[in-house]
C-alpha cells in the first residue's frame, strides 16, 4: 500500500460538525470534502432550531440522535456560534469525545461567567440585525445576514448560504442553563481575526481564562467554512494531531 495512504489513515480522526443559530447541516458542504481529503470522517446534521416550543436540550437530542450508531465514541465535536454550547451536552453523553470550538460562544457556570461570555459577543449587532415573526423567531436580511455571518464570503456562496438560512427561535437557545466544568475535554479553540460577532479579544481572554487555551485564529469573517474551507481543514487537522500526540 502506498505510504501516503497509510499516513493518513493513521492520522484518522472523525468530526461531529453542530451548526450555529439559523444555519444546518448545509452550512458544512464546503470543509466536509477538505476534512475528507485529509483522511477524515465527518457527520452533520439539522438541529430543529426553527421549531417553537424546542428548547436547547432538543438541539442536543437532534445531534446524539443524527450520530448514534455512525460516529466513533472518540469523535470530536466542533460546535460553530451557538453549536459552542450544544457540544459540552453532547459530550457530557460521549464521554470520550473531545471539543472544538469555532467562533463559538462558551458554556458557563455560573451568572458570572455568563456575563463574561455576553461581554465577549456583539450583541448590539444582533438586536439591529434581527427581525421576529409571529412565533417568535427571528431572520435577518441578506445584507444584514452578510455583515454579520459572510462578509468576505464570495457573493455566489452567500447567494446561496442566505437562501437556505432558518428563522431561529430565540427562546431556544435564551436562559441557557449552567453546565459543570469541562476544560479538559478542550482539544482546541478556532477562532477568526474579523469576526463581526465573536469579538477576537474578548473572546481571546476568555480562552485563555477558562481553558488554559490560546486560540488558533484565522483571518476573516464568523464562517470560516465558506470561506477558506481547506485552511480550517487543515487547523482542525493539527488540533487533532496535537492532542492525539
Known amino acids: 500500500m502506498d505510504a501516503k495512504v497509510i499516513a493518513r489513515g493513521s492520522g484518522m480522526a472523525e468530526f461531529i460538525l453542530v451548526h450555529g443559530g439559523q444555519h444546518g447541516a448545509w452550512c458544512w458542504d464546503l470543509l466536509r470534502p477538505e ?36 460516529a466513533a465514541d472518540d469523535a470530536y465535536l466542533v460546535g460553530h456560534s451557538m453549536g459552542g454550547l450544544i457540544v459540552p451536552r453532547v459530550a457530557a453523553e460521549r464521554p470520550r469525545a473531545r471539543i472544538i470550538f469555532l467562533c463559538a460562544g462558551f458554556a458557563h457556570t455560573s451568572a458570572e461567567e455568563q456575563q463574561e461570555n455576553m461581554a465577549a459577543i456583539d450583541g448590539d449587532l444582533f438586536s439591529r440585525s434581527l427581525v421576529a415573526d ?11 445576514a452578510t455583515n454579520a455571518f459572510y462578509h468576505d464570503v464570495p457573493a455566489d456562496i452567500v447567494d446561496w448560504a442566505y437562501g437556505k438560512l432558518r428563522p431561529q427561535w430565540v427562546e431556544g437557545y435564551a436562559n441557557v442553563p ?39 485564529f484565522l483571518p476573516g469573517s464568523h464562517s470560516p467554512f465558506l470561506s477558506r474551507p481547506a485552511d480550517l481543514a487543515r487547523v482542525f487537522d493539527e488540533i487533532v494531531r496535537a492532542d492525539r500526540a
Not at 134 to 144: H, L
Open 134 to 144: 409571529s412565533q417568535g423567531r427571528v431572520t435577518m436580511s441578506r445584507e444584514n
Open 178 to 216: 449552567p453546565i459543570a466544568p469541562y476544560p479538559e475535554r478542550v482539544a482546541g479553540i478556532v477562532a477568526c481575526s474579523d469576526d463581526h460577532i465573536v469579538l477576537p479579544e474578548p473572546h481571546a481572554k476568555l480562552a485563555r481564562r477558562r481553558f488554559g487555551m490560546e486560540p488558533r
Open 35 to 70: 476534512l475528507e481529503e485529509l483522511g477524515h470522517k465527518t457527520h452533520a446534521m439539522d438541529m430543529p432550531v426553527d421549531q417553537a416550543g424546542v428548547y436547547i436540550d432538543g438541539y442536543v437530542k437532534a445531534v446524539g440522535a443524527a450520530v448514534a450508531g455512525k
